[in-house]
């Protein structure tokens, strides 16, 4: 069992619609937890970052934590044609170290 | 903003060369990771390194070897190039807080 887990997908969404993206984490002791966004061929890039149970938004984009229950998701709202992407879920001890990811959930947006 | 530089962007060795990858972090970042990213997979921890002493090991097979310098940039050195070595090198590099900022990567064909 990885220690991160998420629904490879693809996942596909109608534009304007919501996005749900799903993670789940086997260590915890995990304490700070990201999502990152990967175009084909591209770099990870930082999306989110959340690190306290609840809810954190960032214009279009929610990333929901529950320590209880290992868990971690992100939210797209207005799901636009650019949002289609591979969506990385990554985990971390505590500050300052490595980041193991999940195998990635990919995301497409349907005009 | 400055991000994070890494060169070469592609390189092409033979099976049994020696490879150097070099990594620029953003300016005033204190910690610098390096990432391994296969076709189809996540990307895994090799090394990172904060004030240029080294902090944690991931996955990194023996024939690799890294370092940082007093300017802060690191760079991957790897030996005995095999061809399961082809694969997406990332750099990401992050000031006090666990946000990792990755750079454009650099890709690693070995023949």
């Known amino acids: 069992q990885k220690e991160v887990e998420q629904n490879s997908g693809p996942l596909s969404v109608p534009e304007g619609a919501i996005a749900s993206l799903n993670c789940t984490y086997s260590d915890r002791g995990s304490q700070s937890f990201f999502w990152y966004r990967q175009y084909s061929g591209k770099s990870p890039e930082l999306i989110m970052f959340?690190?306290?149970?609840g809810d954190k938004e960032d214009g279009r984009f929610t990333a929901q934590l529950n320590k209880a229950s290992q868990y971690v998701s992100l939210l797209i709202r207005d799901s636009q044609p650019s949002d289609s992407a591979t969506y990385l879920c990554a985990v971390s001890p505590q500050g300052n170290e490595k980041l193991t990811f999940g195998t990635g959930t990919r995301l497409t947006i349907i005009p | 903003a400055a991000g994070v530089i890494q060169s070469p962007r592609h390189l092409i060795k033979e099976k049994r060369e020696t490879a150097t990858l070099k990594c620029y972090p953003i300016?005033?970042?204190?910690?610098v990771y390096w990432y391994q990213q296969g076709p189809g997979q996540d990307p895994q921890f090799l090394i990172s390194?904060?004030?240029?002493?080294?902090?944690d090991k991931g996955s990194i097979p023996d024939r690799f070897s890294a370092q940082q310098f007093s300017d802060y940039h690191s760079e991957l050195n790897m030996s005995s190039l095999e061809l399961g070595d082809s694969a997406l090198y990332f750099c990401?590099?992050?000031?006090?807080?666990?946000?990792?900022?990755f750079g454009p990567g650099t890709r690693l064909t070995v023949l």
């Open positions: 990401a590099s992050s000031f006090y807080s666990n946000e990792q900022f």
């Open positions: 959340i690190y306290s149970n």
């Open positions: 390194f904060y004030e240029k002493m080294q902090s």
């Open positions: 300016p005033r970042h204190d910690t």
